[in-house]
């Protein structure tokens, strides 16, 4: 006699697998613990090889941006990773997956707390990497600051000097005719402080 075990997304793969047993008048059987993680294991493997189908179709054409090598209990997996995915989903549906069907080989149940590593450990793996892909992106798109060519040693008078840089890319008459605004000076000076600056560029 078979029975149809319906799983809606969403649901807790647990619950439903209890609800079902107690549907179906199981709840007084000696084996019940047993068969609740069966099904329970089953149920995600079920939702796993969903998930894995929807993302092959998705990523038909795609290739994985990277694989996340990870061990469990012994087992080597290698974990695609594709565009766009939320890493913390692919972090709980391999999890929810893995590591039930490991537990079970080594003859027990994976506590709460182990699929809550399992699960904390592959999401800041991935979004580890994720960081690390984007900060040479940020680097690109940040604007260099321009370089420092020589710094003029003005003398103000009354014993007062002040430095006047110049940077790459500057205009020299703008560098002139604004170290004069800020100190004061008479802009009958811009010319000496531009043939300056213009002999300090050619010497370089």
């Known amino acids: 006699m078979s029975h149809q075990l319906n799983y809606y997304e969403g649901d807790s793969p647990d619950v439903t697998a209890q609800l079902f047993m107690e549907a179906n008048g199981l709840t007084n059987d000696p084996n019940y613990a047993s068969l609740v993680q ?29 694989n996340v090598p990870v061990n469990l209990g012994g087992t080597d997996f290698e974990i695609p990773y594709f565009a766009n995915q939320d890493p913390a989903v692919v972090a709980t549906n391999f999890c929810d997956t893995q590591m039930p069907a490991i537990s079970a080989n080594m003859g027990r149940e994976a506590a709460p707390e182990e699929l809550q590593q399992c699960k904390v450990f592959l999401f800041q793996t991935i979004t580890g990497i994720l960081d690390k892909a984007q900060k040479p992106n940020e680097a690109e798109t940040q604007p260099k600051e321009p370089a420092l060519l020589f710094t003029l040693d003005i003398d103000l008078g009354d014993g007062k000097n002040a430095a006047l840089p110049f940077y790459e890319g500057e205009n020299d008459e703008a560098v002139a005719h604004s170290f004069c605004q800020k100190y004061n000076v008479d802009v009958e000076n811009v010319p000496f402080l531009v043939e300056e600056i213009r002999r300090q560029i050619a010497n370089l």
Do not use: E, S
């Open 38 to 66: 069966q099904l329970t294991n089953l149920i995600r493997q079920n939702i796993n090889d969903i998930v894995q189908a929807r993302t092959a179709a998705a990523n038909a054409d795609a290739k994985p941006i990277f």
